[in-house]
């Protein structure tokens, strides 16, 4: 790959090349219509059906897959479930990507009543805190995400699933940044994935559906998608999703044994940062370090042949200080001498090396 050695991997990842090889033709000459009558529509409906298996393989059983044009878009779906349940309190993690944030205040602007749930140090969920607000009753629902886009903590999805429903509430579980990395939780309600985190194209996620958990109609018009999201949908973006799902699956351990392994790698060329959130409960290729002294603004003016994040790449630039941060107890100092490096399938030894002895030469020169 040419340009600045990418350690961005939570913000989005290259796409693979056996993704584009697929995409191609549908983009270039399968032109149909999916849900035309005829051969070439039949075609893509087709393409698009495999695509749909595909992607599903590494989701729960006993559900159905929604194509989406982003998590995003998959998520405020999802809210829409609130609708048809009896409570109207919503439970978010506070740890949440601002696409679960920004919906439940939306909500609770229509009158729902939210509440945001208090992680401990390791940016884990706390329980006593969750079994006290589902206590009180009227619950509708309650997200928390499986990995965190910043600071990578892995939560206790199912054994928080155990307790939501023994409320009475459903459980949207965003597992944007799990995805084919770790095991999916299987008792979550309604599941959001993105393509462009597992090597896709951008444009394109999705919502599952456990059986028997209605969703409102969200887009209205043609009646695509069981009549829940009108809209054509594209082939390529289908069928590139597909593709990239199928090589998550395939290549599950091969990927996660080489992410482990830069992992190692990463954390002893930062021996003198501190780590962020969990050592332990942690999705490997997400590194969030801290080095106190440093300027993350001015290290990143620096440092330019390496494409990396202060923060959260959604918050970054935003000036505020990263809510992830917060809520894992860092002050403001701490928050701002912090980076995040995402690594992944694409990056290698010496990616690190190279990236490890400019970000820590530059570090060197502000302290
Ligand atoms: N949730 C998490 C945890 C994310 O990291 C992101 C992307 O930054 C999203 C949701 C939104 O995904 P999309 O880009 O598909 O809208």
């Given amino acids: 790959m040419t340009g600045p050695i990418y350690l961005d991997y939570q913000a989005t990842t290259p796409l693979a090349p056996q993704v584009f090889d697929v995409m191609t033709p549908w983009l270039r000459d399968k032109f149909g219509n999916p849900h035309s009558a005829h051969r070439l529509g039949r075609e893509a409906a087709a393409a698009i059906a495999v695509a749909r298996d595909q992607v599903s393989t590494l989701l729960p059983s006993g559900g159905q897959f929604v194509f989406t044009g982003s998590a995003t878009e998959a998520i405020n779906q999802a809210f829409g479930a609130a609708k048809l349940v009896k409570g109207l309190r919503l439970l978010v993690a506070q740890t949440e990507h601002a696409a679960i944030l920004d919906t439940a205040a939306a909500y609770a602007a229509e009158g ?14 706390d329980l006593d805190i969750l079994a006290e607000e589902l206590g009180r009753g009227d619950i509708a629902l309650v997200a928390v995400m499986l990995v965190n886009n910043e600071i990578g903590t892995i939560q206790r999805i199912d054994e928080i699933a155990d307790m939501v429903h023994a409320a009475g509430g459903l459980l949207l579980c965003d597992c944007v940044q799990g995805y084919g990395r770790v095991p999916l939780p299987e008792k979550a309600d309604l599941i959001a994935i993105s393509a462009h985190k597992f090597h896709g194209p951008k444009g394109i996620g999705g919502l599952w559906i456990r059986d028997g958990v209605d969703v409102p109609e969200f887009i209205h018009g043609g009646g695509q998608e069981g009549g829940m999201r009108s809209g054509t949908l594209s082939p390529a973006l289908c069928v590139g999703m597909g593709e990239a799902a199928r090589l998550m699956a395939e290549r599950f351990e ?19 940062w501190t780590i962020n959130g969990s050592a332990t409960h942690r999705y490997p290729g997400n590194l969030n370090i801290r080095r106190d002294g440093v300027d993350v603004g001015r290290l990143m003016s620096e440092v330019r042949d390496v494409a990396f994040s202060a923060g959260s790449a959604c918050a970054s630039g935003s000036g505020r200080t990263s809510h992830v941060l917060k809520a894992v107890s860092l002050n403001s100092a701490q928050a701002k001498s912090s980076i995040r490096l995402g690594f992944g399938r694409y990056t290698s030894e010496d990616d690190i090396i190279r990236a490890a002895t400019m970000i820590n030469e530059a570090a060197e020169r502000q302290i």
């Fill in 112 to 125: 729902y009543k939210y509440f945001d749930l208090p992680v401990d140090a390791e940016g884990l969920l």
């Fill in 254 to 272: 091969e990927d996660r044994a080489h992410v482990e392994a830069l992992a190692n790698f990463a954390r002893f060329e930062f021996g003198q």
